[in-house]
């Protein structure tokens, strides 16, 4: 069955890393991926890996993929205020046509100055 | 602004009326997705469509819901007989042909069933 679970609280301070862990138990996933919500605001994607990578940069973000252990993490160098958000681990199984993306429930970022 | 765009923001409606959502995806994109997300939690898959054809439907969608794409662009979502566990915020994305691994969110629709 599809479950993604997420703490739901971190707290950091101005640039500090801060590292999200996600863990999902579905092994079919395709693509993991990390979406970011700000308060009255829609999802905004922030990246993906694709399940048959370990590791994926892009400038500030990191995500690192262990699927032997079914996690996932976000790590956010140099973090800053404007970084303070909801962050939500999301997976896909493309298989059989399916298109479904299911989310955890978010970790909340909060970055202190 | 070229992004998905929902209609209305915000809705306040009494127990047992009908309501009505409106998304416009980003142009060009052939699939289109509803998604419904209650406080504190994440989104939640609702239906997917494909053009016009609905291809995926959740356990999720009870038969008070339909939502429609009848000519392959904007998308509406019907909740008939609305009742207070159906406040939610609904959630609208569309992804493009050939590289629908990303989907590209709206601002959703905020509903409050009093």
């Known amino acids: 069955g599809e479950d993604v679970e997420q703490s739901l609280f971190l707290s950091v301070r101005e640039g500090d890393s801060s590292v999200i862990n996600c863990t999902y138990t579905?092994?079919?996933?395709?693509?993991l991926y990390w979406y970011k919500q700000e308060p009255g605001a829609g999802l905004q994607l922030l990246t993906y890996?694709?399940?048959?990578?370990d590791m994926k940069q892009d400038q500030r973000l990191t995500v690192l993929l262990n699927k032997k252990d079914k996690h996932l993490s976000l790590r956010i160098a140099d973090t800053q205020t404007g970084d303070s958000a909801i962050y939500f681990c999301?997976?896909?199984?493309?298989?059989?046509?399916?298109?479904?993306?299911?989310f955890g429930s978010g970790t909340r970022l909060q970055v202190q100055p | 602004d070229t992004g998905v765009s929902q209609d209305p923001r915000h809705k306040i409606t009494k127990r047992g009326q009908n309501v009505t959502f409106r998304c416009d995806p980003i142009?060009?994109?052939?699939?289109l997705y509803w998604y419904r997300q209650t406080l504190g939690q994440g989104p939640e898959f609702l239906t997917y469509?494909?053009?016009?054809?609905?291809?995926?439907k959740s356990r999720l969608l009870s038969d008070r819901f339909s939502a429609e794409r009848p000519k392959g662009s904007f998308s509406t979502l019907e909740i008939q007989r609305t009742e207070q566990g159906d406040s939610a915020m609904y959630l609208c994305?569309?992804?493009?042909?050939?590289?629908?691994?990303?989907?590209?969110f709206g601002p959703g629709t905020r509903l409050t069933v009093l």
């Open positions: 994305a569309s992804s493009p042909e050939g590289w629908d691994h990303e989907q590209f």
């Open positions: 579905d092994s079919s996933s395709t693509y």
């Open positions: 890996i694709f399940s048959n990578m």
């Open positions: 999301a997976e896909s199984i493309t298989d059989m046509g399916r298109r479904a993306l299911t």
């Open positions: 142009s060009e994109h052939n699939r």
């Open positions: 469509f494909q053009n016009e054809a609905q291809l995926e």
